[in-house]
């Protein structure tokens, strides 16, 4: 089944620091805009747009972290309003700021997660199986969190949030700050849940790992979602340079604020 996201918005109050640090005396910043679009199984959707665009906080309300202030999303046809819990079953996030406790091993924490979501020991030990086997966790399962890698922490991360074999997955930035073996890997996987019939979608600001992984991709600029069109239809609009789309809707973003 779909991801549908239909004409979500979202605003934040925003603190005096924030206005002082934004340039601007408006009390309330609208995050996202009335934004839609649809991420189909077997397919990696990307989401694209400079920091503060809204792309994180499009994934926390996909990922029922926080509420719409108007519009919906239906996850395989249930709501992030109204059946959050089913919403919960469904998905897989993993996100740079949801941080794993350092005093705790990998294998702890996958079993610890894998209750919290309803897990069977004998099933979970399966799925440890196979996910520790793919990220190469196995050697590490009983190292505290605070002693490994950050290549292993987010590999760890990864697989925990994989624990339920969940049939949607979103990723906010999986390789930001790995080295070029990891990220490899990490985008390799992605590779394999899109061959799984998996929906996945896929938040980064490296536009080749965008060109190479997805079928479709939107962009987000302040807040608006500028582009959502297949991978297809976008490089050949942009004559193939993604970069150049990327920056030209950003420059015409710039100049239609100072008109």
Not at 29 to 43: N, Q, R
Not at 67 to 85: I, Q, T
Not at 90 to 113: A, N, Q, R, V, W
Request: charged share 30%; with cysteine.
């Amino acid at each position: 089944m779909n991801l549908e996201v239909n004409n979500i918005s979202k605003t934040f109050r925003l603190s005096r620091k924030q206005q002082k640090l934004n340039g601007t005396k408006e009390k309330r910043k609208t995050a996202v805009d009335e934004i839609s679009f649809t991420a189909f199984p077997g397919e990696i959707y990307g989401l694209l747009g400079p920091n503060g665009a809204g792309k994180t906080t499009t994934l926390r309300i996909i990922s029922t972290l926080i509420k719409p202030d108007s519009g919906d999303v239906l996850v395989g046809g249930s709501s992030v309003k109204d059946a959050s819990y089913e919403v919960r079953k469904k998905i897989g996030f993993l996100t740079s700021e949801l941080k794993l406790e350092d005093h705790f091993t990998p294998s702890y924490l996958f079993k610890y997660f894998g209750r919290l979501h309803g897990l069977e020991d004998e099933l979970i030990e399966e799925r440890k199986d196979i996910l520790f086997e793919r990220f190469g966790i196995h050697p590490f399962q009983e190292v505290k969190v605070g002693d490994l890698s950050t290549g292993m922490k987010q590999k760890t991360s990864i697989a925990i949030s994989l624990v339920h074999n969940p049939d949607f997955i979103i990723f906010d930035e999986p390789t930001n700050g790995l080295d070029v073996l990891t990220a490899r890997s990490v985008t390799d996987y992605l590779l394999e849940l899109k061959e799984q019939q998996k929906t996945v979608i896929l938040s980064t600001h490296i536009l080749s790992v965008v060109e190479k992984l997805c079928d479709r991709v939107g962009i987000i600029i302040n807040g608006k979602l500028k582009v959502s069109d297949t991978m297809d239809n976008v490089m050949k609009e942009s004559n193939n340079s993604l970069e150049d789309l990327f920056f030209d809707l950003i420059e015409e973003e710039e100049l239609g604020g100072k008109e």
